[in-house]
C-alpha cells in the first residue's frame, strides 16, 4: 500500500508524539498496539504483558496491527502508522521468539509503502513510565531489532532527524510528498 506509511523505532525515540502533529495536520493515523495492550491487560489482571507472557504480548500486538490495517483499508488518503506488522517480528527475535506463520504470512500479505520512518535512540527524550518499563540498553536494542526486521521484509528505511517535533513532521511530509 503505497499510501502506508510507518514510523518505527525502539521506545521513547518520539513517534507517538511526532503522529500526534502530523495528525493536527488532518493526516490519518493509527496508533500503536502496545500501550493500549498492556492499559487493557492491567485493567483486568491480565499477562499479555511484556515483562509477564511475551508471547501472549506479541500474538495480541499481532491482532492489533492486523486490525488497524484493515480500518485503514477503509480510510481515503495517506495513512500513518504507529508501528507496523514487521515490528511483532522485530519484538520476537528481541525476546528470543520463533515467528509463527501467520505472522510471516501477515507481513507479507499486508505491505506498506517501501519507504518506513525510523526514530533512532535518542537518549535525551528517553523516559521510563507505567507501561514504558524497559531500560535504555533494551530501547536500543529494540531499535536495532526493527531495522533488521524491516529490512529482512524489503522495507527502505529512512532515520528521523533529532530536532523539535515540528522539523520531524515536515521532513516526514516531505518525504511522503504531503507539504
Known amino acids: 500500500m503505497d ?3 510507518v514510523i518505527t523505532g525502539g521506545p521513547g525515540s518520539g513517534k507517538s508524539t511526532l503522529l500526534a502533529v ?3 495536520h488532518g493526516i490519518a493515523h493509527m496508533p500503536e498496539g502496545g500501550r493500549q495492550i498492556i492499559r487493557a491487560q492491567q485493567a483486568i489482571g491480565g499477562t499479555a504483558l511484556p515483562w509477564a507472557d ?4 506479541a500474538t495480541a500486538m499481532l491482532d492489533h496491527d492486523k486490525a488497524v490495517y484493515r480500518r485503514a483499508l477503509a480510510q481515503d488518503g495517506p495513512v500513518l502508522f504507529d508501528r507496523g506488522i514487521p515490528d511483532v517480528i522485530g519484538y520476537r527475535a528481541l525476546c528470543g521468539l520463533s ?3 501467520d505472522l510471516v504470512q501477515a507481513a ?4 506498506y509503502n517501501r519507504t518506513v520512518f525510523i526514530a533512532p535512540p ?3 527524550i528517553y523516559a521510563n513510565d507505567t507501561e514504558r518499563k524497559q531500560d535504555w540498553a533494551e530501547a536500543v536494542a529494540t531499535h536495532d531489532a526493527m531495522v533488521v526486521a524491516y529490512e529482512a521484509q524489503g522495507y527502505d528505511l529512512v532515520p528521523l532527524p533529532f530536532g523539535p517535533v515540528a522539523e520531524r513532521a515536515a521532513f516526514v511530509l516531505r518525504r511522503c510528498g504531503l507539504l
Open 99 to 101: 515467528c509463527p506463520p
Open 22 to 24: 502530523l495528525g493536527e
Open 108 to 111: 507479507a500479505e499486508l505491505r
Open 3 to 5: 499510501r502506508f506509511f
Open 122 to 124: 535518542w537518549r535525551e
Open 54 to 57: 511475551r508471547d501472549a504480548f
